[in-house]
């Protein structure tokens, strides 16, 4: 079974920077994008960040310009790197790879911004 596992969460001051990684178990093939999603605390989770396998990127706009994502897709490997840093970035932080007809999510990161 594939599993996600994302690391890199934590503890930051704002205007801070923090890398998240995200490592799939095995190779998953025929993917079609690789995402960051996150979810604060009484709202729904929401889109950061995404990168097709085109290469192709997307971002939230209330992140564009602070975060970059980058993905190896031979690799099934997703990076987030958040800098600049807002206490509003305070979430929990999900992997996701999606084929047609099928996700995989990981089990979430704490990200807190925080003074």
């Known amino acids: 079974q594939v599993q996600l596992v994302e690391s890199g969460g934590g503890l930051v001051q704002p205007g801070g920077s923090l890398r998240l990684s995200c490592a799939a178990s095995?190779?998953?093939?025929?993917?079609?994008?690789m995402a960051w999603y996150r979810q604060a605390p009484g709202k729904q989770r929401e889109l950061v960040a995404a990168i097709s396998s085109g290469r192709r990127s997307n971002y939230a706009d209330s992140v564009k310009g602070r975060f970059t994502i980058s993905g190896d897709y031979a690799k099934t490997t997703v990076v987030l790197q958040m800098n600049s840093l807002k206490p509003e970035d305070t979430a929990v932080y999900y992997c996701n790879v999606g084929l047609v007809g099928r996700e995989y999510w990981g089990p979430g990161t704490q990200v807190t911004v925080s003074s």
């Open positions: 095995e190779r998953i093939f025929f993917a079609n994008v």
